[in-house]
């Protein structure tokens, strides 16, 4: 296999996305090294993993835990900074082939646009809400840089690779599938009881927090559904979702004659990790393959968009345009930022979304200035409407 060993600049590493591509990047030492770490505020986990794998750079987005970091690593040659602007560099040193965002929410986009404007090559890109809130300009810097997203999450990792080798005019829709997270069989009445830790047990995915309580949303299916829109130059009308309880099949892709390919595997994250990293090439794995003969049956569903109303608010977004996904992640982060400290049930999400989407004031020609202003407002509505 001819792979160069390629500099990974790992941003949020201590979350499930970035500790699964630490996982790989120790199972091909020859091949990777993990150049620059990032992460939010868990500076022991941090300063763990530095320890290990020797970086250059450790960033601690959180300022008031670079003292205990930077005395953590006193007796290691890495260098060892504090936020955001310190992220963005993280991304951006010359020595750095392959940036993985593994970022939760807004904050990985600033440091993506950086990766980009340094002439980073391959983007693997882990933080959906990047082409969510900025999609369209995300777009065209991978144009005008010449650079490539080679998509972490699985389902687009999954459309990726049923798109290797085909015509893209040949392409009839994408298929997204959805797991339904835990509260698919539920009804709208059982729906009003849930507690928070009923929407962090996910079926099948172990996932950070937000990524766990976007899935029992299904919010989570309607950024992936932008994020394909952009991903692979796909209009939302062409872009169907199906919920598939098992979690196996990760996504589909229909062509004009008829024909679908599927990509099919276990619900490891690890797999799309590898592939992004070693793309065009694949990586050996030490894990097990699918077992199909335990699979039966395989069943898939229309999602219940009254149920889950935020998959609506979702695809609304994206055909308004402008800067609409922005609020939407926005409020969305809010909403599940609420929800977990318990100033929101469950069922007050969406509602709580669809008054921060109606009072923010809309713009449909975007850059990227409008859209951290964008951001700075939904905020700024969501907590007034938090405390009224």
Known sequence: MSIEKKNIAVLGSTGSIGTQTLDI???HPDMFRAETLTAGHNWELLAEQAMRF??????????????????????????????????????????????????????GLIPTVAAIKAGKKRIALANKETLVVAGEIISGMIRGNDAEIVPVDSEHSAIFQCLVGEKRENLSKIILTASGGPFRDKTLEELEKVTVADALHHPNWSMGAKVTVDSASMMNKGFEMIEARWLFDCPPEKIEIVVHPQSIVHSMVEFIDGSIKAQLGMPDMHIPISYALGYPDRLTSPRPALPLSRYRHLDFEAPDYNKFPLLSFAFEAIRKGGNMPC???????????????????????PPFVQKVMERVPFVKDIDLDTL?????????????????
Do not use: H, Q
Not at 341 to 348: A, H, M, P, Y
């Open 25 to 27: 990047i120790a199972e």
């Open 54 to 107: 020797r970086p250059s750079l450790a960033v601690i987005a959180d300022k008031t835990a670079y003292p205990s970091l930077k005395e953590a690593l006193k007796d290691y040659d890495i260098r060892v900074e504090a936020g955001a602007e310190a992220i963005a560099e993280a991304a951006s040193l010359p020595s750095v082939n392959t940036v993985v965002t593994a970022m939760v929410g807004y904050s």
């Open 327 to 349: 609020i939407l992640n926005a409020a969305n982060e809010k909403a599940v930022e609420a929800f977990l400290s318990g100033k929101l049930r469950f069922v007050d999400m």
């Open 372 to 388: 951290v202003r964008t951001n700075s407002e939904a905020i700024a509505v969501s907590e007034e409407i938090l405390r009224r």
